[in-house]
């Protein structure tokens, strides 16, 4: 079937659902506002005519072939041996019951992302200055961008759809929110503290705000700003590590239990904490870790022991902020229970356009020699930011975004030469400054200069004035990993023909990392931060379980007869 203006593809996404203030009558209703195209329910499922895809009720399964190749350099020459692994994908095609628990749920991206789903779930619209607004999901790579199935065999033109269609995936709206916040603000004061929503629609959604009630949290205040502990008045009682870990794990399960939930989801929204020491004997194999929590060590943060206690309760747990609350004991305990991992911090503004950006000088095959970040915020982010230790925090997960690019190109960075006892390969200089500006709110100012070597010794300067809405920008992150987490825990596979039973995969969702500023991966392997490579392992993921090879931009059908 070809997209056109009756197929629900099509149906009119404008100016992101505002209505000039023309076209308004005041009379008109939430009910009447027409439902934007990110929040549309389509429910046409993608079938594959292919023997070696099968649908039935339950699942989706596929067969298919993994192409890669083995390269050897020699003296002489370098060897490239094409492989074949062959897979078998099965996913299950009920979507689960799903819940989502944010960990720092009264602060903004917490508040911004419930007001979000309560005013897409009831079709709440708002006054604006420019007009009345509908509700949507833009921003969300799930809800928002369309991707390539293949090609419209009567047009031979491109047929293109939201990639919240490819599989069955839960819809944000019917997500069971709830979660846990040191301060113990309702979520409609919570929401008005923190500034990001037009009145008009927190007026209209706060009723339904005030239902939430952030559960009780842990403050371990060394690992948070002390400008922070004016919030800190909602705290479990409890004072030991263990006793914290049982109590979030009751948590978990309560909430699953009260909502007849098949999966819930926690996520780590709360401040950046200061990084944690690897220990030697303390967080670097699973037992040490669970023996220092038992201890009630010091080197274990609070997000770290709601990390674990989701990975004891089999709930995928995923940081959203750049600390190391995967200390690699927790990976490990991670791996041993098969539950599941992703992080850390999201990608929202300046650091997704530099995973295009350096992508694309270097690509280009000019020599970024330096890239110099600045930003201001006035958001409680940016004031918790302003203390040191979280500021290196983030300054760690900021800064690495440009390595694997780098890296990838020796013609123009220059390879350590081991002989010489130098220790890391050529790179460009790179700094990240943050600075706390109260006045601008959440709206959060980023310049970025990009200085590189151009064609015999020239040189090219590249000025970005990104202006965020930083809230705005990071909610439909959240929603994208909580909906992508939830599908992989219904995605299992095996190898073929060695192994006969499907299992789960891998704890580390990699698959996570284009809403991700440092994305996790399975330890020794290479960590992918351009956006444009992320983004294609997502769309060819989704294509495998669908039984679709990746066809890639090969586009034959262009350039042949
Ligand atoms: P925020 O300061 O508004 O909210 C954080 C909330 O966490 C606060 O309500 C605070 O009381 C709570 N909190 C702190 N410690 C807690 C604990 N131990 N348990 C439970 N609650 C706790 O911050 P935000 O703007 O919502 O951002 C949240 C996190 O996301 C920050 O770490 C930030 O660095 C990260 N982040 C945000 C963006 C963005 O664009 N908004 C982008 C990338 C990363």
Redesign the pocket.
Known sequence: MAPHATTPYTNGATNGGRVPVDDVSFNRTSAAAPVHPTAARRNIPVVVNSPTSQFTDEYITSKFEYRGADVVATENSIEVTPTVNNFEFRTQRKVQKTGLLM??I?????TTLTATIFANRHNITWRTKEGLQTPNYIGSVLRASTMRLGVDPKTGRDFNIPVSDVLPMVHPNDLVIGG????SLPLDK?MYR?QVLDWDLQRQVAPYMATIK?LP???YPDY?AAN?SE??DNLIPASLKKDHVEHIRRDIRKFKEENGLDRVIVFW????ERYSDIVEGVNDTAENLLRAIENNHSEVS??TIFAVASILEDAPFIN???QNTFVPGCIKLAEQHRAFIGGD?????QTKVKSVLAEFLVNAGIKPLSISSYNHLG???G???SSQAQFKS?EISKSSVVDDMVDANHLLFKRADKSLGERKNEHPDHIVVIKYVPAVGDS?RAIDEYYSEIMMGGRNTLNIFNE?E??L??TPLILDLTVLAELLTRVQYRRVPEGTEFQSLYSVLSLLSYML?APLVKPGTDVVNSLGRQRLALENFLKACLGLQHEGDLLLNTRTW
Do not use: E, F, M
């Not at 009264?106 to 917490?110: D, I």
């Open positions: 960990v720092g009264g602060g903004n991206n917490g846990w916040d040191i301060s919570a923190a952030p949290s842990i403050y948070i922070q919030r800190a929204t709360a401040n950046t609070p997000s959203g902020a750049p911090d999201l990608k929202s503004g958001n409680n982010d004031r918790n930011l983030k959060k965020c930083d809230s920008l990071a500023k």
